[in-house]
């Protein structure tokens, strides 16, 4: 039996490239975001790898569309064992222009939508003793930057709940582990060229030099196969124990 899995923003970035690599392992998928072609994507890598796929687009700022997220993917396949809390957006100000709404909505999808669907998914993975919640926080769940005080905040948060639903689902072999990438180059990442750019007065080329990859002993963009290749290693059945952890794939950056 193929086993199911939620990905959250999975129509473009990371997202994409992790339901990819679960569709190529034999999982059927249930794709979300907000992007036009969502559906399109969903049925064509659904075509390619011979998978059952799915395909929503609720708004993560509510949390009845997150509950309604989840109670249409077990509706849709009638189980769900791998919920990637994927999803996320980014504003880069110094703190003192930094709009309040735009706080409140990266706390909102960054952060409070992992509450509301891992909290909506636990029935499910519970009745089925089996369940692999996969957080995409993020460097900053680990270290600070500047004019980043929402982004920072909400994965800090992430990591902290991670370690909380690692406890509560141990008795249960639900697992949680969060992902904590460095910069990848992604649709979220091109916009933030922009910003910082704009915040640190500099070129473009400058910030990817001097602001986003200075931190990192790598000095690349983190490939999104790595992210999709560790996400697929702990949804294994084989990681029970591994549960409660972050895992940085930052170039090195949270080593010093
Ligand atoms: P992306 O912009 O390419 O994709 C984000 C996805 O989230 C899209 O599918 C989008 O539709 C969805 N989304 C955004 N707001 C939403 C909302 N309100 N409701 C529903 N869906 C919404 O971004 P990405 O770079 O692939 O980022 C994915 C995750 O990885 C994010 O949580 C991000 O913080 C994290 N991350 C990214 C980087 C990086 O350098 N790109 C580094 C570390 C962590």
């Known amino acids: 039996m193929n086993k199911t899995v939620l990905i959250t923003g999975s129509t473009s970035g990371i997202g994409l490239a992790i339901a990819t690599r679960f569709a190529k392992e034999g999982y059927n998928i249930m794709f979300h975001g907000l992007e036009a072609n969502g559906d399109a994507i969903a049925k064509d890598l659904g075509a390619t790898h011979n998978v059952k796929v799915g395909f929503s687009k609720g708004n993560l700022l509510h949390s009845d569309a997150v509950e309604g ?51 909506a998914a636990w029935k499910q993975m519970k009745q089925q003793q089996f369940g692999r919640i996969i957080n995409i926080s993020s460097v900053h769940g680990l270290r600070a930057s500047e004019f980043k005080s929402a982004y920072v905040t909400a994965k800090h948060g992430v990591i902290g709940m991670t370690k909380v639903l690692a406890l509560e689902g141990a008795p249960f072999n639900i697992t949680c ?79 010093q």
Do not use: R
Request: with cysteine.
């Open 177 to 255: 582990n969060a992902i904590c990438p460095g910069y990848v180059k992604t649709p979220l990442v091109e916009g933030q060229i922009k910003d910082q750019a704009k915040a640190h007065k500099m070129t473009e080329a400058e910030v990817v030099e001097k602001v986003m990859l200075v931190k990192q002993a790598v000095k690349e963009f983190v490939p999104v196969e790595a992210i999709a290749d560790m996400a697929v290693l702990l949804a294994k059945d084989s990681s029970t124990t591994i549960t409660g952890t972050s895992f940085a794939l930052d170039g090195g950056w949270s080593a």
């Open 69 to 119: 997220l989840i109670a249409e993917t077990i509706k849709t396949f009638g189980e769900l064992h791998v919920l990637v809390n994927n999803a996320g957006i980014q504003f880069v100000s110094p703190i003192e222009d930094f709009p309040n709404e735009t706080y409140e909505n990266i706390i909102a999808i960054n952060m409070n939508a992992v509450f509301y669907a891992s909290k």
